[in-house]
């Protein structure tokens, strides 16, 4: 099942999604869904994008959404957020797909190359400064899919020419660059304070279906019925992830009343 095909059967029960905040999607027939997908984990600070969305706005009222340079230093802001969130100082490539930013990083640093999720238990077990080459999707609320490739600077000083090997870069518009920034930085204080304790309330009812590592739940509902899982989850007001490779995350801050419908109505697998 893709992202598209879930969408199309969440408007099919309740209707156009008219308004999104926190980890809930409000639809035209009234209906509050708990969403358990996050656009992939883009979301997972909240639907509302908070201070990120706010500068986005005024930089696009400014006008400031060309090709054009509109800072002195272009990028130098994101980089520091990006450096400071991976503890290392970090040069950035953007693409617009996931597999081309793994195939550039594999192809510049083949030992090293990682897709980061906040508050995944391995990064408690790695340096990630360690890491010559991370993977980020930046935790904006956005349906476009950019990713950050984050280098190693000082590896690449020693090989400068190896950028010569990128292909498929893209270049950000300065208004969702800044809008980004912000949003790292809202992650960095995030990090700070949601813990262990803040997820597993909900593992009465979630760890019948999945199991739980920090706030990413992976199916144990075998991958042949996921499909009819998904749709199960929809009819109990619960949006999952529709691919089963991609974790579904626990609603940060939501009532554990939201999964009374799962609990009432269980999916036998």
Not at 46 to 55: H, M, V
């Amino acid at each position: 099942m893709n992202k598209s095909e879930l969408f199309r059967e969440l408007f099919n029960r309740y209707g156009a999604v008219t308004r999104a905040r926190g980890c809930f999607l409000y639809t035209k027939k009234g209906v509050r869904v708990t969403d358990l997908y996050q656009e992939a984990g883009r979301a997972i600070l909240g639907w509302e994008g908070g201070s990120a969305f706010t500068l986005l706005k005024n930089v696009i009222s400014r006008g400031q959404t060309g090709s054009f340079i509109c800072e002195d230093l272009p990028s130098y802001r994101l980089q520091k957020a990006v450096s400071e969130l991976f503890s290392s100082d970090r040069k950035l490539i953007y693409f617009s797909s996931q597999k081309d930013a793994l195939q550039t990083g594999l192809a510049l640093f083949p030992e090293g190359c990682s897709i980061y999720r906040p508050w995944n238990s391995q990064n408690e077990k790695i340096n990630l400064a360690s890491i010559p080459a991370l993977i980020l999707a930046p935790p904006l609320p956005w349906a476009e899919s950019n990713f950050i490739l984050a280098l190693d600077a000082r590896k690449l000083e020693e090989n400068p020419d190896a950028l010569l090997l990128v292909r498929g870069a893209i270049t950000l518009p300065f208004s969702l660059e800044t809008a980004y920034t912000r949003s790292i930085y809202n992650l960095i204080k995030a990090l700070q304070e949601r813990q262990e304790k803040d997820w597993f309330i909900y593992d009465t009812v979630l760890t019948k279906y999945w199991d739980r590592q920090g706030p990413y739940l992976y199916p144990k509902v075998l991958q042949d019925k996921y499909k009819d899982f998904v749709l199960h989850c929809l009819d109990c007001g619960l949006v999952i992830s529709p691919d089963y490779n991609q974790p579904s995350i626990v609603p940060f801050g939501a009532d554990p009343g939201v999964f009374t419908k799962l609990k009432n109505s269980p999916f036998e697998y």
